[in-house]
């Protein structure tokens, strides 16, 4: 039984805990409760952290690895296949008397809407990086994501065990492209394949691990002391920058004790002004135990965090078992087998067989069992309270978003916000008897995953499958294939386009009158089209410059809602128009025939004609792209991006014998390009990208 010396919230108390199962007892009390997502780039390592933390808290018996596809986190078959992240895995174990409820987030953009719903039920993050790349595109984005929920984050520098690993350089690309205040609590000991351990710089200690993956505890070596010394300075004056207690303790006695160092460290990572930074390789056993004493003594727990408030701002609740039981339903399984609910629980109790209120929808809901999630294994609890993540089977109704609460205390919450999709594809079923059975099979995807839409298209007939990314689509399509058996035919994907006006009219003059027998409807309108203006927000402006009640106030509101009635589909193709001005200039009324309906159903023909009299131009999106390529095979890449009417925007050197181009390429030219680049690149080329907002299409030919 190996045991190590773990260093708590208090710094100078230390824990003995071991990594057998038998001690991994869960936490007593919320404080000891730690809601954590691992965040990282694709490939930065984070399922491999998730794996080792595992095994090393006793939850699991054996290391699992991604290239074995023995994971626990990726237990899809689809995972296991292709080697990454898809779906967001909820993990619970123990560690130094704490209880960490783990979500393992995927790393590819086409993925971000299930990092945002992780995002907004977690109280902390582990930002993994990738220590020879530092900071990638995708690395970035899901930062940025943690940034707008206001959650906490560490970073975990990865894979120092690679040729070309540096911690510096990696802290340095923190500073460079993620602003905040890096601060490096760790000194390696050796490099790259040497690399066997670290100097813990808060205490001044050695923590280097064996073959056998032992953590041993020790003096810092010789050759590194005055190095050590040196970052510890470091350290303590950057600390004492921006903490007023480690200043006056500094500024007194001209050095900071580990007490003050951790919990002005601990402030630091809550209040977002600094980042703790720590090193290691997962793969190799090395890093994970300072970096759970990291998670526990920096990160919050959900006693720390701001009590939720409802969507209107004029409800609030503590995390206490002792409120009104208010849960948010973050993600929904739903097999064919049964139907899972994942919860967040903010506050109150929540015990099997209770009935519960979906604010959102007003029905009630049975609560049958109540799970503790280890990503798709289960284990059955009586109850569940204020900062548990559990899964729930019962509600039958139950949506992702959904706020889950006390019958006679109703409160609603605000949910996470999905992405809009912009790929589309048509699904049919190869044989017609399979037809009714696919589009049950796309129904619980859309439920499952919110940023993917079913439609039928009104025009074709064909069911339609909208996602964020080709790949998004392509894992949603094979998704249906394996679970429900459906032989699905998939058709090119479109892209979602967009109108714009490029130049107005003034004064346009509409005017409806309808008699077909008893009441009329009379409307007179005269309108100004014109461009938002450049900066302007939202996709649609609306004003009434009318006077002397020529069109009482009543109708103006009624007008805007034709004229947005009349945005849905442009004089182009039918795409939704974006980027219009709308004033209301002048109008008159009919004493009997005029109505709020006839001057809605005025104001949505007018607009349309005045939009068929206007100059538009079609808007497509595009996608940001970030090619990393061999260097032999830049020129072969630059060519083909041109060719896809990409726009490249930076080329800089990548790690080691690559380059790193940036371009910003229509999202229609990006399918199939994969494959494309594992030919030109020999299978040496990756790329990724993110949605990048819409620009102008070019005009067809004649």
Known sequence: MRTHTTTTSTATTTIASTTTASTATAATGIAAVRNLGILAHVDAGKTT????????????????????????????????????????????????????????????????????????????????????????????????????????????????????????????????????RPLAVHLPIGAEESFTGVVDLVHQRALTWHEDGALAHGPVPAHLEDRAAERRRALEEAVAELH??????????????????????????????????????????????????AAVAYLPSPLDVPPTRSADRTQQRE?????????????????????????????????????????????????????????DRHTETDHARAGDIVA???????????????????????????????????????????TDKLAAALARLAEEDPSLRVATDPETGQRTLSGLGELHLEVAVEKVRREAGIEAVVGRPRVALREALVEGVTGFVHRHAKQDGGAGQFAHLVLDVHPLPDGAE???????????GRVPREYVQAVEAGCRDALAEGPLGGHPVTGVAVTL?????????????????????????????????????????????????????????????????????????????????????????????????QGRGTFTTRPAGYAPAPTPAG
């Open 49 to 180: 952290v998730t794996e080792r933390i595992l095994y090393l808290t006793g939850t699991t018996h054996k290391r699992g690895e991604v290239h074995d596809g023995t994971t626990v986190t990726d237990f899809d078959p689809q995972e296991r296949d292709r080697g990454i992240t898809i779906f967001a895995a909820a993990v619970s174990c123990a560690w130094a008397g704490h209880r960490i409820n783990l979500i393992d987030t995927p790393g590819h953009v086409d993925f971000a809407d299930e990092v945002e719903r992780s995002l907004r039920v977690l109280d902390g993050a582990v930002a993994v990086f990738d220590a020879v790349a530092g900071v990638e595109p995708q690395s970035e984005s899901v930062w940025r994501q943690a940034e707008r929920h206001g959650v906490p984050r560490i970073a975990f520098v990865n894979k120092l065990d690679r040729a070309g690993a540096d911690l510096d350089t990696a802290v340095d690309s923190i500073r460079e492209r993620l602003h905040p």
């Open 244 to 293: 007023p207690r480690a200043l006056e303790e500094f500024c007194t006695h001209g050095t900071v004790t580990a007490a003050t160092l951790t919990a002005a460290l601990r402030d630091l990572t809550r209040t977002g002004e600094a980042v703790v930074v720590l090193c290691g390789s997962a793969y190799r056993n090395r890093g994970i135990e300072p970096l759970l004493d």
């Open 319 to 375: 995390a206490d078992p002792e409120q009104p039981l208010t849960a948010l339903a973050f993600k929904v399984t739903a097999a064919p087998t049964g139907r899972l609910t994942h919860l967040r629980l903010y506050a109150g109790t929540l015990h099997k067989g209770a009935t519960v209120l979906d604010t959102a929808t007003g029905r009630r809901e049975r609560v049958a069992r109540i799970l503790t999630v280890l990503a």
């Open 392 to 434: 729930v089977v019962g509600p039958k109704h139950t949506r992702v978003g959904a706020t889950l609460c006390d019958p006679d205390h109703p409160i609603l919450l605000e949910a996470p916000v999905s992405a809009e999709p912009v790929v589309t594809v048509a699904v049919e079923a190869r044989r017609a008897v399979d």
């Open 538 to 548: 939202g996709e649609f402006a609306f004003a009434s410059s009318v006077t002397g």
């Open 585 to 681: 200039t002048d109008g008159s009324t009919h004493p009997k025939d005029s109505s709020e309906l006839a001057f809605r159903t005025a104001a949505r023909l007018g607009l349309r004609e005045a939009l068929r009299a206007s100059r538009m131009h079609l808007l497509e999106p595009v996608a940001e792209v970030t090619v990393t390529v061999p260097e032999d095979a830049l020129g072969s890449v630059l060519g083909d991006l041109a060719a896809r009417r990409g726009h490249v925007r930076s080329t800089d050197p990548g790690p080691g014998a690559t380059a790193q181009v940036g371009a910003l390429v229509p999202l229609a030219e990006l399918f199939g390009y994969a494959g494309r680049l594992r030919g030109r690149t």
